[in-house]
């Protein structure tokens, strides 16, 4: 699959006020400064399609993206952004846990993980709820370029093996630079396999 049409439609502050046409959902999430907005854009193949921001939690509503008029890309607030107000992050945190649990539309979770950091504990305890809550989810490990091949495997291996003291089945993940495009084409050959899945 490529994409040829992305196109922005909508920014919700709540669940109510999203989109209510029925096409099924991509959520991408990932802690503030992940290259969210970056890799949206590498994928949709449209520089500013996603506003990316030298200044971290930016993104503080759900905004919908319609690819070829068939799907929604949904860029999600990110987590763990420590300068927000505590009163702000808990309006995000209920943003982000309303939209995950009761989105009918919502078909995978794409959750990114920067490759050149050890494994978070926000980003374990992320992924943990999403597997406790049985919400289909994806890893995207985003800025392998700064690490190079070897070694971005070498930490990639590293994390996935944390996972094995609680998942007996590891999730599917995507090793990605928005720099160099690496891992766009197999990205979105997994969605369209999905998107064949669901016809």
Not at 130 to 151: C, R
Not at 177 to 190: A, I, N, V
């Amino acid at each position: 699959m490529d994409i040829t049409q992305a196109k922005f439609v909508l920014s919700s502050p709540n669940l109510g006020k999203c989109p209510t046409d029925q096409r099924i959902e991509y959520a991408f999430i990932g802690r503030s400064n992940v290259g969210k907005s970056s890799l949206i854009n590498m994928l949709c193949n449209h520089q500013g399609l996603a506003k990316t921001s030298s200044t971290p939690g930016k993104t503080l509503l759900i905004n919908h993206f319609l690819i070829n008029n068939d799907w929604y890309l949904v860029d999600l607030p990110g987590y763990g952004y420590a300068k927000r107000s505590k009163k702000v992050q808990e309006e995000i945190q209920k943003l982000i846990t309303t939209y995950l649990l009761h989105r009918e539309q919502l078909v995978n979770v794409f959750v990114l993980i920067d490759v050149r950091h050890e494994q978070q504990k926000i980003d374990r305890e992320f992924i943990d709820w999403l597997g406790l809550n049985e919400i289909p989810f994806t890893i995207i490990f985003t800025k392998a370029d700064k690490l190079g091949t070897v070694k971005a495997k070498m930490n990639v291996d590293k994390w996935m093996s944390q996972l094995k003291d609680v998942w007996e089945e590891l999730p599917r993940y995507f090793i990605t630079s928005s720099e160099k495009k690496t891992g766009r084409q197999e990205l979105l050959d997994y969605i369209d396999e999905i998107n064949q899945s669901l016809r």
